[in-house]
């Protein structure tokens, strides 16, 4: 006989190379065992696999990249297509991950009182908008409509924190951070324990302002030691990053190795160190990347994810200039280019702290195991 499995969806922009994609392909793999999934999708863009046994469902036939105007109209023929499906397909669970697709699960709601609703929230509210009509929609339309929904999660202390103070989210909220599959192949710690002449250096982000890659390039420019940088991601700061290297006379020293690379963890075992300087992020999916990988990490210490990665969440005052020594990697402030040289100097100068950083990456990355993590979701969604 036939088991019959509970009916989820999720709702999520498209399938491109950004984090929360990144989480959905992985719980994906989890779910369908659990449930009978339906995955609906915005835009076309498709980055990860997909397992077989989900149904997908496109929306529209645009990009994300179309105009505001266009998504505009897109809309109505969303939230009716998306709620003729939902009840077609008699779902139980509705997850949404991102602002957009959240709103759309929060009007839906209205419509289907039988149906549990969830939103995730994946940046941090408050330092997530570009624009302060951004932040006004998001003051209006957050609690408006995430407030009509079951419960919502996110993947950091601080932005349930920031949800229920800054934007009047008053339902259930949870903290489920992302997970993450730990990679066969990793650093051996062993080889950062002798001396280097140049120690390689690596960073993954996009190429936009709340990554802050220019803050490891002038890093770099005022070291007392002399690197190799490798920087993964495409975005429109490439010009001004290449302009950077340039005028501080790097042009050997770093390398941009543009975007869209599926095998990031081939790149990152064979480097020394990561660093992540980002000005902001939900929960830096790089940075515990790095870390299962097996590298010595720095970070900025930026809202939200950083500190709960690296020092289990433990509240610390970082000099301007200076450094952090966590539990699990290194922290320095945001846009400290100085505390940063002086981070990667002390790697340089200390082979027998990279080799213990290596081992804490690679102890501290198996917290955020995917059947862990899943486990925690599958709860969530149950209760």
């Not at 088991?3 to 369908?32: D, F, H, R, T, W």
């Not at 779902?91 to 289907?112: R, T």
């Not at 140049?198 to 990554?211: A, N, P």
């Amino acid at each position: 006989m036939t088991e019959i499995k509970p009916k989820l969806s999720i709702i999520n922009l498209g399938m491109g190379s950004a984090g929360a994609e990144k989480v959905i392909s992985l719980l994906l793999k989890k779910l369908k065992d659990d449930y009978d999934v339906t995955l609906f999708l915005l835009f076309k863009e498709r980055h990860y696999d997909i397992p077989p046994e989900i149904k997908v469902i496109g929306l529209t036939k645009g990009s994300s990249e179309s105009s505001i105007f266009i998504k505009l109209l897109q809309s109505f023929l969303i939230l009716w297509k998306y709620n003729s499906l939902l009840r077609k397909r008699k779902i139980e669970y509705a997850i949404s991950f991102l602002p957009y697709p959240n709103f759309i699960n929060g009007i839906s709601s209205l419509f289907n009182p039988s149906i549990r609703f969830f939103v995730s929230e994946r940046g941090y509210p408050s330092n997530n908008t570009s624009k302060k009509i951004s932040l006004y929609i998001a003051k209006v339309f957050y609690p408006l409509l995430y407030n009509r929904c079951y419960k919502l999660f996110s993947n950091s202390v601080y932005i349930n924190k920031d949800l229920k103070e800054n934007f009047g989210i008053r339902i259930p909220t949870e903290v489920i951070y992302n997970p993450i599959e730990l990679p066969e192949k990793t650093k051996k710690s062993e080889t950062l324990a002798s001396n280097i002449d140049m120690m390689k250096v690596i960073t993954v982000g996009s190429l936009i302002d709340r990554k802050n890659q220019g803050s490891i390039i002038k890093a770099l420019g005022i070291s007392n030691y002399t690197y190799v940088a490798s920087i993964i991601g495409e975005g429109p700061l490439q010009k001004n990053i290449e302009m950077q290297v340039s005028d501080l006379e790097l042009n050997r020293n770093v390398r941009l190795l543009g975007g869209g690379i599926q095998n990031v963890n081939d790149f990152l075992v064979e480097n020394d160190c990561f660093v992540l300087s980002s000005k902001t992020e939900g929960f830096p999916n790089a940075l515990l990347e790095a870390m299962a990988a097996g590298l010595p990490c720095i970070s900025t210490n930026c809202l939200s994810g950083p500190q709960e990665l690296i020092n289990e969440n433990l509240e610390v005052k970082i000099d301007k200039g200076s450094f952090f020594m966590g539990k699990y990697g290194i922290l320095v402030e945001v846009n400290d280019s100085l505390g940063l040289s002086k981070a990667l100097d002390y790697l340089t100068e200390n082979p027998s702290e990279r080799e213990r950083l290596s081992r804490l990456s690679l102890k501290r990355a198996k917290d955020y195991e995917l059947n862990g993590i899943y486990k925690v979701f599958n709860e969530f969604i149950k209760s």
